[in-house]
């Protein structure tokens, strides 16, 4: 039989939409999209939901192929231009609410081209604010954890972000909800194999390691007293470094893993340029992690916990090393300065 004929109505300047006819199955593939990791692979297409999140979308520059909208201001309060590109077809909002993840949906899903950070236009307020630190994240594989974790990299103004092979896709819908819009303020380079991770490193980079599955707890119950300041004491004075005990069972292969000097995460360890690498919930931080850190003369930054606590969520740990290394970067930064002004260049 013929297509029932299209109803199409103007919601703006150039901007045409379609009413979806009953039976219309496009919103159902949409769907499908979100769900399939192997589909959106394939397809090179994602699914986006919400105002905000499809807002921050097109304004970095990412290629709109269908949005569906349960009312025309939906429309309206996004930038037009890219609008005019892509499938707009006006659904029932109950139609949404059936597809939708959100507890609370909007009633505006759309289509993406699955974006590429090497084509994306980030805010100017965010590269303003960019740091020489990049964040690795070595098999995080929660959903919820790694979108906290991008939200934390685009806060601290991270450089950019690597995505391990073993992590979760970061186009998943619990992934992007719960990063807040980061996906499109922090570059993201996913499915890396580590062989391919230096080349995506800056040059002299340094590689530390923060270990969500607790080496702090050493660390914590032997402080180091040879000659070396307390915990408490002034920043700045190096420590000799701990020397964590070799860990069982914990997917290391303790065995042939390097054995990495470790300092607390609040003393310097700020040398530009500098990566982190965060583990994953499971099996912590793999072997190919700490031969990358040993090779660039990295360290692992210790987080001290109380004693019998097993270790800090990946994504807490994450916030704590960032912001920590973004504080000693912007302090370095504010003692030149200050130097600076003391003895002006003539």
Not at 87 to 93: G, H
Not at 120 to 134: C, D, G, I, T, W
Not at 306 to 312: A, E, F, I, N, Q
Request: charged residues 25%; proline residues 9%.
């Amino acid at each position: 039989p013929p297509p029932p004929a299209v109803e199409r109505s103007a919601a703006g300047p150039g901007l045409w939409y379609e009413k979806a006819s009953p039976g219309d199955r496009r919103l159902g593939r949409v769907a499908t999209i979100a769900r399939s990791r192997k589909f959106r692979d394939r397809h090179g297409k994602v699914l986006l939901e919400g105002q905000r999140l499809i807002r921050d979308a097109l304004e970095a520059g990412a290629v709109p192929q269908a949005l569906f909208f349960s009312t025309v201001g939906h429309l309206r309060e996004l930038p037009q231009a890219p609008l005019k590109r892509a499938s707009l077809v006006k659904v029932k909002f109950e139609d949404i609410k059936s597809w939708s993840d959100l507890v609370t949906p909007q009633g505006l899903i759309g289509i993406f081209s699955k974006p590429d950070h090497a084509k994306m236009s980030y805010p100017a307020a965010q590269l303003a604010s960019s740091l020489p630190v990049v964040l690795i994240c070595d098999n995080i594989r929660d959903p919820g954890n790694l979108g906290t974790i991008l939200r934390s990299a685009a806060g601290a103004g991270c450089e950019k972000v690597l995505l391990t092979k073993g992590c979760v896709d970061p186009w998943e819908p619990k992934v992007l909800r719960a990063g807040m819009g980061a996906h499109f303020r922090v570059p993201i380079v996913a499915n890396l194999d580590w062989e391919s991770v230096p080349s995506n490193l800056p040059a002299g980079v340094r590689v530390c390691v923060a270990d969500n599955k607790d080496p702090g707890a050493q660390a914590e119950t032997e402080p180091v007293s040879q000659g070396a300041d307390t915990p408490g004491s002034a920043s700045g004075n190096t420590k000799a470094p701990v020397k964590p005990k070799p860990k069982d069972g914990e997917g290391m292969e303790g065995v042939c893993a390097p054995e990495l000097a470790a300092q607390y995460y609040y003393e310097n360890w700020i040398q530009t340029p500098v990566a982190i690498v965060v583990g994953g919930e499971t099996h912590g931080l793999s072997p190919d992690a700490l031969h990358l850190a040993a090779s660039t003369g990295g360290k692992r930054l210790v987080i001290p916990v109380v004693p019998g606590v097993d270790s800090l969520n990946s994504a807490v740990a994450a916030a704590v090393v960032l912001f920590e290394g973004k504080r000693q970067l912007l302090r370095g930064r504010h003692k030149q300065e200050d130097e600076r002004q003391k003895f002006p260049v003539v």
